[in-house]
């Protein structure tokens, strides 16, 4: 399954501890809470402690990745190479011309390479304490769940699932099987979107207005081949794989999840590229209280924006979700930040709260949540644009 049809995404490189609600310490020093709308997993159980116990005692944790694609090779690998609570132990993969190079660059034994038939008996090896899941979106499911069940802690890529009961069925397997799961939402781990986080939350300007969210870029000058415009592998177009990181900037900026969606279709302007999922998808996210966030996600734009207004003021982040190149600002002027390298801070904050055996920041809950309000944005947009509640 694991070819070297790696995609060639633009280039996009780019704390805290969890209690049943994370609190995170912020770029001000105050703190954010960013598991808004999200039940936890609470305590976990004892087969859990079991399997903490072993992992803990201060040693880096063993991160096998699964899926050597274009974000494990360019971002989650360099990145692992500069991580303090986690190191690269292993890799999953169906393309064997790719195990000598890895093996090579990253120093991985023999012992610790798998494909996806021999997958399951990683349960054995205790080197690996975490499966990062790092394949197309519709196989995060299946490999969730075969990783719970070997009793590892699981980091899936977003987006987690491409239905919700996929979601419902991966965390309820890492229950079942006392493992912890956390997505890959790396901005939670970025000084500009965690700005963005104060500034909603806190009131910095007074109360939240009006949100503009906007992820695109153009797909087109790769084959229409590829698994992101397939509806099975991918659940979707770029409401899936972009329009995600609106859903969670509008969250996180207000601090809530929204009571209810609408949402339209973009019109198909290349049709050979575009039969199976959209092109372009706009909807508005409604918060308590009415306050509205504008959103857009394409495959054949450009874009890359999260902006606030207050009553007082605003704030732009634009870039916002790239790995590189982030700016902000603010109606006071420049936000003075460098941009990080966010999956570090990222796997580095999910391997704590694993050794802590705690809920981490981006909880699979999270995930759960936003497959729900992505799944009611196509209800809307299919329904023209009917307003869908969320429960
Ligand atoms: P990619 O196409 O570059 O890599 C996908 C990998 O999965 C390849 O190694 C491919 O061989 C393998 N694979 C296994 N079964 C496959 C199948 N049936 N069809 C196609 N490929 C198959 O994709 P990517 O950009 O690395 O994305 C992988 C996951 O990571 C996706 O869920 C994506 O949303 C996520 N991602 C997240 C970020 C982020 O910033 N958090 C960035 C990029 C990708």
Known sequence: MDTDNTFPRPNRRTFLKGFSLAVSTSVLGFPIFSLQGCQTSGSTSPESNRIQASASAGKKLGIALVGLGGYSANQLAPALQETEHCYLAGIVTGSPS????????YNIPDKNVYNYDNFDSIAQN???????????????????????????????????????????????ACH??????????RLHFEPF??????????????????IEAKDAFDITSSSPDIWRLNKKLAGGGPLMDLGIYCVQGAIYTM???????????????????????????????????GVIANCMASYTQKADLLSGTAENGWWRVQPAFTYEGKK???????????NTYEQVQQMDSQALSFKNNQASVVPGEMGLRDVKILM????????????????
């Open 255 to 289: 601090g809530q999840p929204p009571i209810a969606v609408t949402a339209k279709l973009g019109e198909v302007t290349k049709p050979t590229y575009f039969y199976d999922v959209e092109e372009t998808i706009e909807w508005q996210l409604e918060f308590e209280g």
């Open 98 to 105: 790719k195990i000598p190079e890895w093996q090579k660059k």
């Open 193 to 210: 979107n965690k700005r963005v986080m104060e500034l909603g939350q806190q009131q910095v300007y007074g109360k939240v207005q009006r």
């Open 376 to 391: 009611a944005i196509y209800e809307s947009a299919h329904a023209n644009g009917k307003r869908v509640e969320l429960s």
């Open 328 to 338: 902000g600002e603010t109606k006071d002027g420049p936000m003075p930040f460098e």
């Open 176 to 185: 079942q099987n006392g493992v912890l799961l956390s997505i890959g939402y």
């Open 126 to 172: 205790p080197d690996i304490d975490i499966i990062y899941i790092v394949l197309p979106n519709g196989l995060h499911a299946e490999y969730t769940i075969r990783a719970a069940k070997a009793k590892k802690h699981v980091i899936c890529e977003k987006p987690m699932a491409t239905s919700v009961a996929d979601a419902q069925r991966m965390l309820d």
